[in-house]
């Protein structure tokens, strides 16, 4: 009975340090001042977090890995992916491909918010016409294969590089979205439009749906937006709202580390080293054993007991071989497989080798290799700003789905207040006021905005910073190479290719608007905060917390 007391009263006084704790505020290192009290200017010191990856996704622990070093011959002798030396930043992938029925999820979602809007669906819709073959009788897979349910769990294809883009910001937002209504951040969906039932998640008055970008600029609050859950603003200009009492409340801040970092295309360096996963093979910065592909050995058939002799990847063996033979099928597919088959990677990851060929987010060049930086290597940066639609309120311009508008950026770093007023041509009156913008947001013709760019960094500015030797100009592209700013980098290997090309070191190149019944794609998304994912039994230095100031 004694030990229990003692062990209870343990228990209470750790509650009690940990209220204790928490109820002091943190104090600037800096100046002194208390964050998080409304008395003294609301300062806001945020939680810091490690947030959790998105739906969908497994987290993938960066690092240092040869580029191209996988590959031990080069058939092709396209000399595309020479060996280099490269560091990979932590992030987060999609544990398997994107699935007919994550696609139909998002073709649904389109048709009930743009009920009307017959063009945006039409140009949502994969390209099933990709089965067809001159001399195959592939017809019931243009019919059957997005839509019936016995394919829901296989992979989408049909998808051009640009719907793949597409896709990933749709994801995003819905992603964020349900954060918030599911919180109460933002109204619940079951109250969402007035309780109507079946009703589309649309803001209410404008008609426009959910985009994180626009929600994070203040553009998306107010009646029939706010939830009964809102962040407490702490700011002395803050007016009563909705909060309990009448306490003020704001909408979430990217400072709160609740939404979540947006889903994109993977670069082709993360792709590979995820699809290598040699982090099963590393100890203490050592890696005992190489790989040729995304399992250990030579081969593409099983070594385990259980499994031995089975085919490791949906791929085809040879000519005319693409299952095996009646009664015992190599890979238990003639076509493309489910997205959970076969043995996952040492990072978690299914189908990195055959089953469908994926999208990634680089530009393609051969000489790629020879022009990468190496840490995060990605060709592919085409920058872009949003376009301000009111610079006297920092308003985007939003256009007919409610997405801001973004156009090709003017500068290579920050310009001055007034420099960015006159990109928008404008200028500020005696009173600090602006005008409001012109309606397509930028004036003046974009000879004065190339005038201005070229004043302030010195020379032309180019959008497109991929080296001197890749610039917008594309006079020669398509005369003497098919390889342009539109060539896209695919990876992996897929049902219908021979085991050489799934070896994560290979890569192809197709047009963006063009797609393939052999192509389909994952997502990805960046890993903010410290890069190490798996600290436990790993030595680590200390981190001290600041001195509280205290003043005589």
Wanted: glycine fraction near 10%; include cysteine.
């Amino acid at each position: 009975m004694k030990i229990l007391f003692t062990k209870t009263a343990l228990v209470l006084l750790a509650l009690g340090a940990v209220v204790s704790s928490c109820s002091k505020h943190e104090q600037s290192q800096k100046t002194g001042i208390t964050y998080n009290d409304k008395t003294n200017g609301g300062y806001v010191r945020f939680r810091q977090t490690h947030p959790s990856p998105g739906p969908g996704l497994v987290p993938i622990e960066g690092g240092t890995f040869v580029m191209g070093g996988s590959a031990d011959q080069d058939v092709a002798y396209d000399y595309n992916n020479v060996r280099r030396r490269v560091t990979v930043p932590s992030f987060y992938m999609d544990e398997t491909e994107v699935s007919n029925q994550d696609w139909l999820d998002y073709l649904h979602w389109t048709a009930i918010t743009f009920p009307q809007d017959h063009e945006l669906y039409y140009d949502a819709l994969p390209d099933t016409l990709v089965w067809r073959k001159p001399l195959s009788y592939n017809e019931p897979y243009v019919d059957n294969y997005l839509r019936h349910p016995a394919f829901q769990d296989y992979p989408v294809v049909g998808v051009t590089w640009d719907q793949a883009q597409d896709y990933c910001q749709w994801r995003t937002d819905r992603t964020n979205e349900n954060i918030l209504r599911e919180s109460g951040k933002m109204v619940a969906w079951k109250d969402l439009n007035g309780g109507k039932k079946g009703a589309p998640a649309t803001e209410t008055g404008s008609g426009q749906p959910f985009n994180t970008d626009i929600y994070l600029n203040g553009q998306m609050k107010g009646a029939g937006v706010d939830g009964k859950k809102m962040m407490p603003d702490l700011s002395p200009n803050a007016q009563a709202g909705t909060g309990k009492g009448g306490k003020p409340v704001r909408p979430v801040r990217m400072e709160d580390g609740i939404l979540k970092q947006g889903y994109r295309l993977p670069s082709e360096a993360e792709w590979e080293y995820a699809a290598l996963a040699l982090a099963g093979n590393t100890q203490f910065e050592n890696i005992d054993d190489g790989k040729m592909y995304p399992w250990n050995g030579l081969g593409v058939r099983s070594a385990k007991s259980k499994t031995r002799g089975l085919i490791l990847a949906n791929f085809k063996r040879g000519s005319g071989d693409n299952a095996g033979v009646g009664g015992y099928l190599n890979d238990k597919a003639d076509i493309t497989a489910p997205v959970r088959s076969f043995a996952p990677n040492d990072f978690g990851l299914y189908n990195m080798a055959g089953n469908v060929n994926e999208w990634v987010a680089d530009t393609y060049r051969q000489t790629s290799f020879e022009e990468f930086d190496d840490f995060n290597p990605f060709r592919g940066n085409e920058y872009t700003n949003k376009r301000l639609s009111d610079p006297s309120k920092g308003l985007y311009a939003k256009d007919k789905y409610g997405r801001p508008i973004k156009d090709p950026a003017k500068a290579n770093k920050k310009l001055k207040y007034s420099e960015l007023l006159a990109l928008q041509g404008q200028r500020a009156d005696s009173t600090g006021a602006v005008p409001a913008a012109p309606a397509n947001g930028i004036a003046n013709g974009t000879a004065a905005n190339a005038q201005l760019a070229t004043k302030n960094s010195g020379k032309a500015f180019n959008p497109d910073m991929r080296g001197e030797k890749d610039t917008v100009n594309a006079a020669l592209y398509g005369t003497t190479t098919l390889v342009n700013n539109h060539s896209k980098v695919y990876k992996g290997g897929s049902w219908n290719d021979m085991a050489y090309w799934l070896n994560p070191s290979t890569r192809r190149f197709m047009d963006q608007d063009e797609s393939s019944a052999e192509i389909g794609f994952r997502c990805a998304m960046t890993l903010v905060g410290a890069p190490e994912i798996y600290p436990t039994g790993k030595p680590h230095y200390g981190v001290k917390k600041a001195k509280a100031f205290k003043s005589k």
